[in-house]
């Protein structure tokens, strides 16, 4: 099975969503859903998704487990739910009981937008991890280098539990990169509960001046330290479009990924993604 394990769905004129305000995002300023991807799926070879929260909404949650519910290509949904709601728990335990409530593996929630670097280390919001790792749910980080060494120290509170890297933590490849994100990313890296995301980096890079090769040294990083088991493939999709268009985001991905080894290609483009949310079949 080829999955693409971090896509969204969503539609501005029935929800707010803050980040999306900004002038240079309005070409996805419109309503995305699972009639827009599932052609780019059959085209590009794709047969199953996860969709990732795209907002800190309990009911978006819902929507896209009544959704996941009525897309077989859904497998996953990694939703929303408040870390620092000491019900917490019963929230959890109602969104399972809900149609497609059995494809919940796992939450997110957008700690790069937190003012606090250290907002995973608060005691409330570890109490909320735990909540998630008794229900066998996985955690995504959603975080840049400024919060990765809130992560690592996360990611090491809790050895048993399962975390995925959104986006690589989002390298500041227009930039021309940083050693810091680096050295952080090797650290967290070291922590053996964690995959990484290969998602994201073409909107990372400037939109309008990026190819395979430029993306290549910073995939070429993370394999070397997570490895070929814990490496995911994930298309961004709509996010992606303000780079390129879903075929040119997975044949770049594909090609860096080749460039490391068949096998490194092949697992990042399903096995991995099953292991690190536990997904049936």
């Known amino acids: 099975m080829v999955i693409d394990a971090h896509q969204h769905f969503w539609d501005p004129a029935r929800a707010d969503y803050p980040w999306m305000m900004a002038p240079e995002l309005a070409p996805i300023r419109r309503a995305f859903g699972p009639a827009d991807l599932a052609p780019l799926l059959q085209a590009n070879g794709i047969d199953a998704s996860i969709v990732v929260q795209c907002r800190s909404s309990l009911a978006e949650t819902e929507e896209f487990l009544a959704t996941a519910h009525a897309t077989p290509s859904v497998i996953g949904v990694v939703g929303w739910a408040d870390l620092t709601d000491a019900a917490l728990g019963d929230a959890l335990d109602r969104l399972r009981t809900l149609p497609g409530g059995a494809k919940l593996v796992g939450i997110r929630h957008q700690v790069h937008d937190e003012a606090d670097p250290e907002w995973l280390l608060r005691t409330e919001v570890q109490r909320g991890l735990a909540e998630i790792f008794a229900r066998d749910l996985a955690y995504d980080f959603l975080v840049r280098t400024r919060e990765l060494p809130a992560a690592i120290a996360t990611a090491k509170a809790f050895p048993q539990a399962r975390f995925v890297l959104d986006h690589a ?39 309008d001046d990026w190819d395979a090769e430029r993306l290549f040294p910073y995939l070429r990083h993370v394999a070397n330290c997570f490895g070929e088991d814990r490496l995911i493939f994930g298309s961004d999709w709509p996010v992606c479009l303000l780079a390129g268009s879903y075929s040119e985001i997975k044949s770049a991905l594909e090609a860096c990924l080749a460039k490391l080894g068949p096998s490194v290609r092949e697992k990042a483009f399903g096995v991995n993604a099953k292991a690190a949310y536990r997904l049936a079949g």
């Open 169 to 207: 933590a989002k390298p500041p490849i227009a930039a021309g990169g940083s050693a810091e994100w680096s050295e952080r990313i090797a650290q967290l890296a070291a922590c053996d509960n964690v995959w990484c995301k290969v998602s994201g980096l073409a909107t990372e890079a400037k939109w």
